[in-house]
């Protein structure tokens, strides 16, 4: 009877503990009408930026604590308190007495009726490329200093003053060109209309000559909002130089200005081939671009790509239109996009060159095999737990776990809807769950994997079991097509999926694939097979990379009667 009065008594004393609280409201003149989304609160001790721009994976990070609220009227308030799930401190109960700079966002949501029946609240791309912190129509407050005081039972109030706007559309110059259409297909699937971009690079002599017809190239990689890399202006000699912690090198801004002068100059002199250059425009409700595949969550990207919208470029650029004469390149997300695109479309292209690829084996999904292990977060399930890393130097010096960027992501956005890395992959990946959203690969919140779930990603995206599975028919047309590079130090530990599509690679016979497989030694992510510049210059070379190794490919590959002059002046 002791035992239990004492129980009792305890639940009074717990809920009288203070504990700190934030009330968040937005007035009527930034909406009249409620709103759906991921409400935001963002702590920092650092005044050199925004809070909303502190957020990151890294050492440095800020702290953000989330929470999803749905018809949330005007003048009606939002209560963060310590039950708010929080990113690095677990819970604001955990935030130490002191003085911190204080911002709010509201990451709106919009409704979809899909065509599978499933209704979902997702926040559409509004040009920004899937960004919380700069997306237009989000709600935000006027970054201010505040005293939190753990102790005290009187919330602190915010209210949302401010809103992002709208991004101006780029314009078009003499060499680059906007396009943008609806999909069919993707209309069909969202119910609503949806659209596909492509920032096209035209080659020089292009309006010169209105008889030839071009070889394409596709450029995969996250949200471009211009094609990027390409300047014609010489670097700016006032541009005041910053500083690259990822590369540790000084001016690093004015270097990028630099190579992608040269590499206009480049482009636009008498021995470059004459190509088209797309960079491939398809943010989402789940991220800032699809891996330009099918998706159950996403929807049928792949097919709205390879169908609707390089037909269009094609067709408005005069591109050649035939498979022998399109190719492929990427890095990262883009690499992992160059390989699949030609696994699953092998006819549609001639060649892909990935670079530092995402996992392309999830037997090292980075460094989890979803099919033998129990859990992401830890290896071992006895007397001892070791944290899994998640990202790493060139050294070897890890910054995040895998837990810790999860749970970031977990802050940012629940059911997937973060808008990061581990998120998208589980949206393109993952069946559709009950609840519309994508089924989890594993636990957010433990880390446990799902076996069921990991069956279906072997099935339909893991680009190591298909290449194996499927290489009797799939051999014949993608030989001498697949190229490989990656940095044996890559920051999220990928090349230990590509030593295992090096191993099937090297052994394939009837035919032999005869691509390559190349590291970079010390060298981190975004390697791409340039041995002789650092890794901070040679990202920055990738056009010019592979160019002369795709032209070589054509002239060897090209059908009988296949127009391989028009385009070579």
């Known amino acids: 009877m002791m035992l239990r009065r004492t129980a009792l008594l305890l639940v009074p004393l717990l809920s009288a503990v203070a504990q700190p609280s ?27 930026a925004e809070p909303r ?57 919009e409704t979809f009726h899909r065509s599978d029946g499933h209704t979902v609240k997702l926040p559409m791309d509004r040009g920004e490329g899937q960004q919380w912190n700069r997306a237009p129509g989000n709600l ?48 069909n699937f969202w119910g609503r209309p949806m659209h596909l971009g492509a920032n096209v690079l035209l080659p020089q002599g292009w309006e010169e000559h209105p008889n030839s017809r071009y070889p394409l190239i596709i450029f995969h990689g996250h949200f471009p909002y211009t094609f990027g890399g390409f300047r014609e202006e010489p670097p700016d000699p006032n541009l005041k130089p910053d500083y690259s912690e990822r590369f540790r090198l000084e001016g690093y801004n004015r270097i990028v200005q630099q190579y992608a002068h040269q590499f206009y100059k480049e482009w636009t002199g008498a021995d470059f081939p004459r190509f088209i250059i797309i960079e491939v425009q ?93 859990n992401a977060y830890y290896a071992g399930n006895g007397w001892k737990r070791t944290p899994r890393p998640g990202m790493r ?41 009950p609840d519309g959203y994508p089924k989890r690969i594993w636990d957010k919140s433990t880390g446990v994997i799902d076996k069921k779930v990991a069956t279906y990603w072997k099935e339909h995206y893991d680009l190591s079991h298909i290449l194996r599975r499927d290489w009797k028919t799939l051999g014949p047309k993608l030989e001498g097509k697949i190229h490989l590079y990656c940095g044996d130090m890559d920051n999220y530990y990928l090349n230990n999926a590509v030593y295992l ?69």
């Open 140 to 187: 935000l407050s006027t970054p201010a200093w505040i005293t939190l005081d753990p102790k005290s039972r009187t919330p602190i109030t915010i209210v949302l003053d401010q809103e992002i706007p709208p991004i101006d559309p780029p314009k078009d110059t003499k060499y680059i060109k906007h396009v943008r259409i609806q999909s069919d297909r993707l209309t």
């Open 393 to 433: 130097n060139y050294l070897g010096h890890v910054s995040a776990t895998i837990q810790e960027i999860n749970s970031l992501e977990l802050v940012l956005g629940t059911k997937s809807r973060s808008g990061q890395q581990w998120d998208i992959w589980e949206a393109v990946y993952s069946p559709v769950g």
């Open 22 to 48: 934030f009330t968040i409201s937005f007035p009527r003149e930034r909406s009249s009408v409620p709103l759906d989304g991921r409400l935001l609160l963002l702590l920092s001790t650092d005044s050199t």
């Open 501 to 569: 599509v090096e191993e099937f690679l090297k052994g394939t016979t009837n035919p032999f694939y005869g691509g390559e497989v190349d590291y970079g030694d010390r060298a981190e992510h975004c390697w791409n097979g340039d041995h002789t510049l650092p890794n901070a210059m040679s990202r920055l070379r990738y056009n010019q990379m592979y160019v002369p190794k795709i032209v070589d490919r054509l002239l060897k590959t090209a059908p009988p009667g296949a127009d391989t002059t028009s385009w070579r002046y």
């Open 53 to 109: 721009f502190q957020i990151s994976d890294g050492l440095r990070t800020q702290l953000v604590f989330g929470v999803d609220v749905e018809r949330w009227k005007p003048l009606q308030e939002q209560t963060i308190d310590a039950s708010a799930h929080g990113y690095p401190l677990r819970s604001l109960r955990d935030v130490p007495a002191g003085r911190y700079r204080v911002q709010a966002l509201l990451h709106n949501y």
């Open 282 to 374: 398809h943010a989402n409700p789940y991220y800032d671009d699809s891996y330009a595949v099918n998706s159950e969550n996403l929807g049928p990207y792949g097919d709205a790509i390879m169908y609707e919208l390089v037909p269009h470029v094609e067709k408005q650029f005069r591109g050649i239109g035939k498979g022998w004469a399109r190719f492929t390149y990427g890095g990262s997300t883009g690499g992992w996009e160059a390989l699949a695109v030609q696994v699953l479309y092998p006819d549609e292209f001639n060649g892909c060159f990935a670079a530092c690829p995402d996992p392309i084996d999830f037997r090292a999904y980075t460094v989890v095999n979803i099919y033998e292990d129990e």
